[in-house]
């Protein structure tokens, strides 16, 4: 049903076979209307999106055997695959809705959905512990009820919705037991209140918990339809996505840009290029008759939101998503705070590739944590362990701007003098160096920014330095930086410290 090409963090590239086509995901998948939609689904197809979501609860209660007889794909005119939604925003909207689960699922099936979502209960957000816990449990006994009625021939892939919002033990719990009952894919159930408070620390959370439970299956995300928080879902695993924000932003005259949304009377120029924005000036705009400017305004924030995903994917083709995310959090105070998260989530390692075309960039303390130098400093490891003679000398000299280190003149001269030495150079991104493997990704394929580091920034190269400097007796740095001379200060390093190897 999935198959995944490429990855980078724990985001990838992959293709969902449906009874109606194959989608490539990562997908953002517009809600449609059943009753009425205004941007066409002829538009929606011809732009590109080959999956759409529609609610099944409104087309049961609006056409009824009418929607059996003809299928979901003839009610909203697309030929591509459909996704449908069984109620569970109405349930957080008006309180309940009046159908069994099983009745929803069997409905599903007759309008030949082809990835349908049985019946849940969405926890929202600020609901107490108990309460919450109740809500999984019931969104527990519908999927279970709705398997019964699951035809396993229709090639449809269902989908397991998560619910637990910001408990995240339920989150895990719920997505471990939905597992365990055989679907296919996953649907994280999100709070629209996470996203409308920018609560994208939390959100982000929530995807780990989810995540680390279900790490193979495809995952939907509900409701994420801010272009801020497209890089973080996918970076953090979630395949497709879903919002009607295109729609709803339109509604209140909101245009969505690559960072954020601006209201429509806050702007003064157009500087995207869509269709839409190369066609009219920001006066022709505010001229329009309301329900056509909803409808242009809601193609431009289509765009933009295709415009990211492409560009997100773009990123994980070029083995660049870290440094994506990293420069997408600087959009908002926020979004910067939830990409604290990527410091400790081991997930990301798992899909980020061993070795990258492309050199990684290197610029602040966040970046020590990327998966590629947790994998080096590693590597650093094992080498002290397996690889190193019983050397007594150690000598550290910085960083040449010559990869790898072993080919520099300096190390050449440094090893004719010493020949016993132990020699390595050290990046604070990195940590210790040994020549030996500095041709090994990334010690060969980084650039990193050479501006004055604070040792406090950086615990992993003082720990990276205290265990591998241990095992030596003599210890000699050369040309030592300031950041070379806090940490020989901070780790009570016993070194002879000289400006010159020719001093020697
Ligand atoms: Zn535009």
Known sequence: VFEVWHSDLAARIGRLQTPHGVVETPAFVPVVHPVRQTVSTQFLKKMGFDLVIT??????????????RRGIHDIINFDGSVMTDSGGYQVLEYGSVKVEPETMAQFENDIKSDIPIPLDRP?????????????????????????????????????????GAEHFDLVEYSARELDTMGFEMMALGSPVELMEAYEFAMLARMIVSAKRVIPAKPIHLFGAGHPLTIPL???????????????????????????GTIRLDELSYLSCQCPVCSSHTVQELHKMETDMRTIEIAK???????????????????????????????AHPKLMEAAQIFKDVEMLEEGTPLFKEKAIFFYDPIDQHRPEAKRFRRMVTTFQSSKMKKKKKLILCPEDEIHPFYSTTSYKDIVKKFPDAQVC????????????????????????????????????????????????EKILIIAPDDFMRQAAKATRLNAHLVDDISAL
């Open 55 to 68: 609610n099944a609860y409104i087309t049961l209660c609006h056409y009824g055997d009418e929607a059996r």
């Open 123 to 163: 926890t929202g957000y600020g609901l107490e512990y108990e309460k919450a816990k109740e809500y999984v449990a019931i969104t527990l006994k519908n999927a279970l009820e709705s398997l019964r009625v699951i035809n396993d021939n229709t090639g449809a892939i269902w989908v397991a919705p998560v619910q």
């Open 233 to 259: 879902a996918i970076a953090l695993g979630c395949d497709t996505f879903d919002s009607a924000s295109y729609m709803l932003y339109a509604k209140d005259n909101r245009y969505m840009t690559p960072n």
């Open 300 to 330: 431009h924030n289509l765009h933009i939101l295709k415009a990211e995903v492409e560009a997100v994917k773009q990123a994980i083709m070029d083995g660049r998503l870290w440094e994506y995310v990293m420069q997408k959090a600087r």
């Open 425 to 472: 150079s050290y990046s604070p991104f990195l940590g210790i160096i040994p020549a030996e493997i500095s041709d090994i990704f990334p010690a060969s394929h980084n650039l990193a920014t050479k501006s004055d580091h604070k040792l406090e920034d950086y615990p992993t190269f003082v720990e990276s330095l205290k265990s591998f400097a241990d095992k030596f």
